[in-house]
């Protein structure tokens, strides 16, 4: 409230109505004095801006950079007591009315920006300032990722312009190997040297910094030199192309971009397009001002009025900015000058430019852009940039499909592609005069132009490569891209890093990873012991230990046990001699006949006897039924030569070479891998003689085929030569993981829409049919099992420790009998257990146990004593083949 005080005190001249306001016009601008009057009166009519005040113009028309005679009007103004000085535009001009707006501290509103104006404290710049356009020339080129461009331009002032892009440029350059090429424009016969100089350089990008009233010659010359494609970008600094007649690129697809500041779809430009249809119009010169309405200056002029009448509403309606006539003598400056220059400073007005704010220093660094396209000679706005979100993309998906669509059905599309199987070969005794190719490749660009309504046509690459950065530049299909020699690449093309730097790539279409492809390795020669194969020998030897071994255990406790001794005569049942049928010949026979599944002529008859045997029953049937299968993989599949069966056993011996492509991703893949495995193989791979490194995978086939050669390639590659070749294998798993997708150039408007397309095809399950209709077996291959390996004690340990357990356990059965049957001798008449057990076991041991006392029964034994023989014949053994007798003693 005191600032209003004091600032209506200090008010010496009296009119609560009329602000003075002055503005400069040099010669020729006559369409910037309409813009001013034209804001004025719409000002004075627009009740919600300066409400209780009214505008009056005092306008002066000078030569262009008379700074002498824009001093003196100005002087004029300042003693008619104006409240802000418009304009005028030339350096000279604009310096010597500074120095009197400063003088007398009245407002300078300057419409354009020149490097060669200084600023000071009265004076506000409206036009963007240009570093700040030079931000959004690099954001713009970051945004497009360009890689490669060059710089031409009219002005040398025109460096100075875009020293923000050169500074910006520059270091993009150093982090990203960016290759950047300046040329000045001196004079119009040069344009031309200059495109075919950029041209052999495969330089596409464009930013050229000229005159707005020579774009379209610019854009005539390179229409004559075939660059106007989708393949060529042109990019015009002049923030008014936008106002030229496109009309001779109607029908044509052309990548040129500029800047626009005017915001044709703000409400005050469509009012001003109405009134000037409908004839309501202020100031009479509606045909004379009709070209100039959408450019800068004439919206800057617009603006600068209303930025000025914003500012005052803002004071407020009881603060009247009433001048009082000044001298450009004096040193009195205008006290209200200040306050209104500050708060012009901290309003943001939207006009036709945007949203108008400057910075301390008067200069307009915060603004909009818009990224506007000439497509089929039709402007379009795509973008929006600011120097707080840079970029904002304007133009949906859906769109850019649509565009992407309206230019593939307008084009025959190059394809090319390397003669590789099954993507693309040519037919063998064709009856056409042009070779006629067919494959996987040329299904899915059919199927794809189905979708995508586009013709084609297929070209074979030149040097047959696939693509490689080679002396600075790239060969095989992706130079074709680069040189736009094509259109796409549909091959077995894989995705690279290098190569995304250099063209784009669609969504992808097939994956797959790098795989070894061998020569399918033949049989052992036939062995008259290869029936021994399926055990190793480890395991034949553990057999013959458990035979021996089982056979002296059965011989011991057949003999030990008293259960396994009879009666040879069952009829008589008091017997003299009990047989066993526990020899040693049997023994073992009966232990063999179980390996051999025929059995024996023992039937044992004790509990330890019959578990030894149960357990030895249970471990020849695990044996004989693992032999039994292992022998049958044996004899079908046979044993293969190779021990090969991985990357790592390739690495390992130095017998077999192996080797890839010269110049193509798998060969990247071990140039630049780190893991340690494949990094010795591309050292040994490097070095290798002869060459290891062939041309195309037909060649890697061709050796492969010889022996002692493995090649690398993609397995989508390796999975059709095994079935197109019956004496090819795949060793391993892939090493990697990568994928097959179409190439176009850099920026290229069809890539969205035929990505669009592959994603559809994938959905409708036709990529998945086209890989199944040409990777489907060409002949008959037998069906081989793989090799089986030989069993190892690893495999079939596990019956052996049974068996091992097992006979412990009937051995403890075996003592639990004899102690048993030994409890039954009287007390008085037997020996202790441990020595009746050590006789026994020795006897077994030494064969000596031929006799054994037939169990006597109690009520027998007198008649036993009545008939005592004769001390010849106390004892007596027959022995034959089969039987041990033992007859009874009878000595007391």
Request: with cysteine.
């Amino acid at each position: 409230m005191c600032k209003t005080v004091i600032l209506l005190l200090c008010l010496s001249s009296v009119s609560s109505e009329i602000v003075n306001i002055g503005a400069i016009f040099e010669e020729h601008y006559e369409y910037l004095q309409w813009a001013f009057r034209l804001a004025v009166d719409q000002v004075n009519i627009n009740q919600s801006i300066l409400r209780n005040m009214k505008l009056r113009t005092t306008i002066s028309i000078v030569k262009k950079n008379d700074g002498f005679f824009s001093a003196k009007r100005a002087c004029e103004m300042v003693n008619e007591g104006v409240a802000a000085i418009f304009g005028p535009q030339s350096v000279r001009s604009v310096a010597a009315v500074q120095e009197v707006t400063e003088s007398v501290g009245i407002p300078l509103i300057i419409n354009r920006w020149e490097y060669r104006t200084k600023p000071n404290n009265t004076t506000v710049f409206l036009h963007p300032h240009a570093d700040v356009k030079g931000y959004a020339f690099r954001d713009f080129i970051e945004s497009k990722r360009w890689k490669s461009f060059a710089i031409i331009y009219q002005d040398p002032k025109a460096l100075i312009r875009l020293s923000a892009v050169l500074s910006g440029v520059r270091k993009m350059e150093i982090d990203n190997n960016l290759n950047i090429t300046i040329k000045q424009l001196e004079h119009p016969q040069q344009l031309r040297k200059i495109f075919k100089e950029t041209k052999k350089m495969n330089i596409r990008n464009y930013i050229i910094d000229i005159g707005t009233q020579d774009v379209i010659w610019v854009l005539e010359q390179a229409k004559e030199m075939n660059m106007i494609d989708f393949y060529h970008n042109f990019f015009f600094t002049s923030l008014d192309v936008h106002t030229q007649d496109f009309k001779q690129f109607q029908g044509i697809y052309c990548n040129i971009t500029m800047f626009q500041i005017v915001n044709t779809n703000h409400y005050q430009y469509k009012t001003i397009r109405k009134e000037m249809e409908t004839g309501i119009f202020y100031i009479g010169v509606k045909e004379k001002i009709k070209p100039y309405l959408n450019t800068t200056q004439f919206a800057l002029m617009y603006d600068a009025v209303f930025y000025f009448a914003t500012a005052l509403t803002k004071l407020g309606s009881y603060l009247q900015p009433t001048t009082v006539s000044l001298s450009c003598n004096s040193t009195n400056k205008w006290a209200q000058g200040k306050i209104i220059i500050d708060a012009m400073k901290s309003i943001n007005y939207k006009g036709l430019t945007g949203v108008v704010n400057v910075d301390e220093n008067g200069f307009r660094t915060n603004f909009n852009l818009l990224e506007t396209r000439l497509l089929w000679g039709k402007l379009n706005v795509e973008g929006n940039w600011n120097r707080t979100h840079k970029f904002t993309v304007i133009k949906s998906k859906e769109e850019d499909l649509k565009e992407s669509k309206e230019i593939l059905s307008t084009l025959v599309l190059r394809v090319s592609a390397i003669e590789s199987e099954p993507y693309f070969k040519k037919v063998e005794n064709s009856s056409s005069d042009e070779p006629i190719f067919q494959g996987h490749s040329i299904d899915l660009v059919e199927e794809l132009a189905k979708i995508a309504n586009f013709s084609f046509k297929f070209q074979s690459v030149a040097d047959g490569q696939y693509g490689t950065f080679e002396n600075g530049e790239w060969n095989g299909m992706i130079g074709e891209l680069i040189r736009n020699e094509a259109d796409m690449v549909v091959a077995d093309l894989s995705v690279t890093q290098d190569r995304q730097s250099a063209v784009d790539f669609t969504a992808p279409y097939m994956n797959l990873g790098v795989g070894i492809l061998f020569k399918k390795p033949s049989k052992k020669a036939d062995n008259l012991f290869s029936f021994l194969s399926p055990f190793s020998v480890q395991v034949w030897f553990y057999m013959a230990t458990a035979i021996l071994g089982v056979t002296i255990v059965m011989y011991v406790m057949g003999r030990f046990t008293p259960y396994e001794w009879e009666n040879p005569h069952p009829c008589d049942q008091n017997p003299e001699e009990l047989d066993n049928q526990f020899t040693l010949q049997e023994t073992a026979w009966l232990v063999v006949g179980c390996v051999m599944q025929g059995g024996g002529d023992i039937d044992p008859k004790a509990t330890s006897t019959r578990m030894a045997i149960g357990y030895w029953w249970f471990f020849t049937l695990i044996m004989v039924s693992s032999y039994t299968a292992n022998l049958a993989a044996f004899l079908t599949a046979g044993r293969m030569e190779t021990a090969i069966k991985n990357a790592e056993d390739l690495v390992n011996q130095q017998k077999i070479q192996y080797g890839c492509v010269k110049g193509g991703s798998t060969e990247k893949f071990f140039k630049y891998s780190d893991h340690p495995t494949y990094s010795r193989m591309w050292t040994t791979m490097e070095s290798a003689e002869p060459k290891v490194f062939v041309s195309s995978n037909d060649k890697g086939k061709e050796r492969v085929k010889k022996g002692n050669y493995a090649f690398f390639m993609e397995s989508t590659s390796i999975d059709y030569a095994i079935v197109s070749d019956c004496g090819l294998m795949k060793i391993g798993d892939s090493l990697d993981e990568k994928s097959y997708a179409i190439a176009t150039p850099k920026g290229s408007p069809i890539r969205e829409s035929l990505s669009h397309a592959l994603l559809k095809l994938q959905e409708q399950g036709i990529t998945k049919l086209l890989k199944r209709k040409w990777w489907k077996s060409k002949q008959d291959c037998p069906s081989v099992p793989p090799p089986s390996d030989t069993l190892g004690v690893e495999n079939i340990g596990g019956v052996f420790l049974i068996l091992t357990i097992g006979l412990p356990l009937a051995s403890i059965v075996v003592l639990v009998e004899f102690y048993w049957e030994k409890r039954k001798i009287p007390q008085e008449e037997r020996k202790p257990i441990c020595i009746e057990l050590c006789k026994e076991l020795k006897a077994t041991v030494m064969g000596k146990n031929t006799v054994k006392t037939a169990p006597i029964e109690p009520e027998d034994e007198e008649k036993i004593i009545s008939s005592k023989p004769t001390s010849s014949s106390l004892t007596s053994t027959t022995t034959d083949k089969s039987t041990v007798v033992k007859r009874a003693s009878l000595s007391k």
